[in-house]
């Protein structure tokens, strides 16, 4: 019997997650955030698809392919956040719930973290929780 599957997204230089600005990201992995979030969607009964690109048209195209399967959708776009109506117009087209997440406090940074082209399409929206907010999101979307 197959498991629904819960899809986490990252956008552009998440991959270096880890090596540099500790201060603000932390010291843990995207590697260890996957782990986090894998064993959390597991106990909970889900799949985990998780995924990063630093290319907006194949974050774009995942978007597309997961639209209708997808439990739930959690993404941190990182920069293409503040930057992106394309990335927001995609998830207009998700059946299921999508739940924004930056582990950093964007509000308490630059003016330019502010604004997010994605909230208002997001049925929830995590900050500054760290790496815990992927998890949170998680139980958000498997209660
Ligand atoms: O706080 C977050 O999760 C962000 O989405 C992270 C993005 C940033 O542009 C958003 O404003 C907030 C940046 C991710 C880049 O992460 C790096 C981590 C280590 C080294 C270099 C970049």
């Not at 600005?21 to 998780?50: K, S």
């Not at 990063?52 to 997808?70: F, K, P, W």
């Amino acid at each position: 019997m197959s498991r629904p599957t819960v899809v986490v997204l990252n956008g552009p230089n998440l991959n270096l997650l880890g090596e540099r600005e500790p201060q603000i990201y932390g010291r843990e992995t995207l590697a260890d955030v996957e782990a986090l979030v894998r064993a959390r969607a597991d106990e909970r009964g889900h799949d985990l698809d998780f995924r990063q690109t630093n290319h907006e048209g194949v974050l774009i195209d995942a978007i597309h392919e997961v639209r209708t399967s997808a439990a739930g959708l959690v993404i941190n776009a990182g920069g293409w956040t503040h930057t992106s109506v394309a990335i927001r117009d995609a998830l207009t087209a998700v059946a299921g719930p999508v739940i924004e997440v930056h582990i950093s406090d964007v509000h308490a940074r630059e003016e330019f973290r502010h604004h997010s082209y994605i909230s208002d399409v997001a049925q929830q929206v995590i900050v500054g929780r760290g790496i815990t907010g992927y998890v949170d999101a998680i139980d958000a979307i498997c209660p």
